[in-house]
């Protein structure tokens, strides 16, 4: 479980770091697909919007809506495709993703941590190790009623850092 702010600003940093010429009223006006499967919690059913089957059926009907006015048909599908998957990707920790529902029943999930001990023990005695494991949850795990949290101090400092980007570049243009 990711929280919004991340889910929606680490996907379109990345997306405009590697594809910077990209069309940006396409990336910003498709990017709330990126925190729109974590809307299947007002439904009280985390899992609804959390699988590959919405995830394309998501983007087939994201693309003919966006066919119907323009000729971005195609672009407009891969953007979803990447803002959906992106999400599901950022949710594989824990308690997992389920990726093949309502087929399967599973959540994914990946845990990996390195960890330090200061008793040198571990690789080659630096103290360091590492701690991983791909494995599945059940389903009642996503499902269960929690408290998650929806916006965390790492969001907020992340969007922070973003909007100092947003004003440096924005000082250099005008030539200061
Ligand atoms: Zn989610």
Redesign the pocket.
Known sequence: ??EVLV?LILPVIVLLAFRPKIDKVLVFSLAVLAVM??L??IIGH?TL??NVFFAIGMSLLVAFVVGLVSAKKQQAFYLSVYFLFS??F??LGNPG?PFFYPLSSRLFTVNFSVLISPFREGFLGSGLSIDSAVITNPIIEAVKPQVMPVVTTFGVLLLVLVLLLFIIRFINCKGY
């Open positions: 479980m990711v889910h499967p974590d299947d919690i985390r919007f959390h999400h599901m950022l949710d993703v």
